[in-house]
């Protein structure tokens, strides 16, 4: 089975877990990491890596010596991610986002926090908790960065952070909106 018939499996699944049909293009995770600074970066955390798309050009671009935290809660995805990613700079975390702490223990550590969460379909209480997590797990420069489909993210996310600032990008199916969003 194909990569995109085997996410859309997922998505047929649970929906709401996994909140797309298809994995994002590299022209989204282009637009997404371009707005993390690799070069100076010892902790990343990515929350959803879903087959692995962005993390597998995470690592091409991390310095030797940095850190990457990816969390993915479906069963399917985190075999498919740990089975692709080998790599001892990166910790696959068969856990929900909202359970950051847990693992990246000292708060205010972290350069950036990638998400690819379906955060506007999650239950309000979850969606508070992963926000709040990842906004302790930043340290003051650090930046969160979370693609959506739509604008409806964009009050929640000045709701907690100070600075938001909105890309788009067509070249995705659907084609999605990137927040980078600072503290
Ligand atoms: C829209 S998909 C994105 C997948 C991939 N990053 C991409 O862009 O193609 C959302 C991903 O978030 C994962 N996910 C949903 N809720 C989660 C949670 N609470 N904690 C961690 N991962 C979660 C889903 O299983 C899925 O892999």
């Known amino acids: 089975m194909g ?10 699944k649970d929906r709401q877990m996994v909140g797309a049909v298809a994995p994002s293009t590299k022209f989204l995770a282009e ?7 690799f070069e100076n ?23 030797p010596d940095a850190k990457l935290y990816v969390f993915e809660l479906n069963d399917e995805f985190y075999n498919q991610v740990s089975s692709r ?8 975390i068969h856990d929900s986002a909202e359970n950051i702490g847990n693992y990246v223990k000292e708060a205010g550590t972290a350069d ?33 960065i979370q693609f959506q489909y739509s604008l409806q993210s964009k009050r929640y996310l000045e709701g907690i952070f100070d600075d938001v ?5 067509i070249r995705n199916l659907p084609p999605a909106f990137v927040y980078t969003c600072c503290k």
Do not use: C
């Not at 990569?3 to 047929?12: G, I, V």
């Not at 990613?85 to 696959?92: E, G, L, Y």
């Not at 600032?165 to 990008?169: A, D, E, K, S, V």
């Open 112 to 144: 950036a926090v990638v998400s690819s969460l379906p955060l506007m379909v999650f239950p309000e209480q979850l969606r508070a908790n992963v926000v709040n997590a990842a906004h302790t797990a930043l340290h003051n420069k650090g930046k969160y």
């Open 41 to 63: 970066s010892k902790v990343i955390i990515e929350l959803g890596p879903g087959n692995g798309v962005f993390t597998e050009i995470m690592l091409e671009r991390m310095a």
């Open 165 to 169: 600032n909105i890309q788009f990008t």
């Open 3 to 12: 990569a995109k018939t085997k996410f859309l499996r997922q998505f047929f």
């Open 31 to 37: 637009k997404m990491l371009k707005n993390v600074d």
């Open 85 to 92: 990613i080998n790599d001892p700079r990166a910790q696959i």
